[in-house]
Antibody, heavy 118, light 106 residues
Framework: QVQLQESGPRLVKPSETLSLTCTVS????????WSWIRQSPGKGLEWLGF???????RYDPSLRSRLIISADTSKSQVSLRLSSVTVADTGVYYC????????????WGQGTLVTVSS | DIVMTQSPAILSVSPGERATLSCRAS??????LAWYQQRPGQAPRLLMQ???SRATGVPARFSGSGSGTDFTLIISSLQSEDFAVYFC?????????FGGGTKVEI
């Protein structure tokens, strides 16, 4: 059974960098793609980007200049770094898996609420 | 970006009744569409992908249909655990996009 667990600071100051880690268990890390999705009252569900164990990350174009998603196969972890955050980046951040580009997100972490505030 | 529009925003139904949820894409996504269920305080759960293929463990009372721009999710006989918010999502074109959701309530 695939398990995904997000971790990281819950409070980030404006203009700083939001960093989260997703730890994966119960599945071969290299057999899936790994994605970050966030949910906020104002914007609903937003796909941020994804990465697999071998290729380049893919990002939502609107965030590409601020976002880095990376995978550490040795630790079965996926990381997110979002720089220059504003209050608009407040939301619940989910880590999710998919088997490939032509599939839905089949497993999700429980999500972590990140608040951007001074 | 492809805009996904769901209707209605809120659907009021009684247990045992049938619920019909709609999702429309601003351009064709072929059958590259998924549906998710989200209960309060929980992460979304994949129900359907390929527009009509149920995910593992999803009850047969859930069915999906459609192709191109218009899609439907039907819950044939609502159970208490089905009262939740439902989202559609296209994975035909990047960036991947979600609909705004339909809340199914009593």
């Amino acid at each position: 059974q695939v398990q995904l667990q997000e971790s990281g600071p819950r409070l980030v100051k404006p203009s700083e960098t939001l960093s989260l880690t997703c730890t994966v268990s119960g599945v071969s890390f290299s057999s899936h793609y790994w994605s970050w999705i966030r949910q906020s009252p104002g914007k609903g569900l937003e796909w941020l980007g994804f990465v697999d164990s071998s290729g380049p990350a893919r990002y939502d174009p609107s965030l590409r200049s601020r976002l880095i998603i990376s995978a550490d196969t040795s630790k079965s972890q996926v990381s997110l770094r979002l720089s220059s955050v504003t209050v608009a980046d407040t939301g619940v951040y989910y880590c999710a898996s998919l088997r490939g580009y032509a599939y839905g997100f089949d497993s999700w972490g429980q999500g972590t609420l990140v608040t951007v505030s001074s | 970006d492809i805009v996904m529009t769901q209707s209605p925003a809120i659907l009021s139904v009684s247990p045992g009744e049938r619920a019909t949820l709609s999702c429309r894409a601003s351009q064709s996504v072929d059958n590259n569409l998924a549906w998710y269920q989200q209960r309060p305080g929980q992460a979304p759960r994949l129900l359907m992908q390929g527009a009509s293929s149920r995910a593992t463990g999803v009850p047969a009372r859930f069915s999906g249909s459609g192709s191109g721009t218009d899609f439907t999710l039907i819950i044939s006989s609502l159970q208490s655990e089905d009262f939740a918010v439902y989202f559609c999502q296209q994975y035909s074109v990047w960036p991947l996009t979600f609909g705004g959701g339909t809340k199914v309530e009593i």
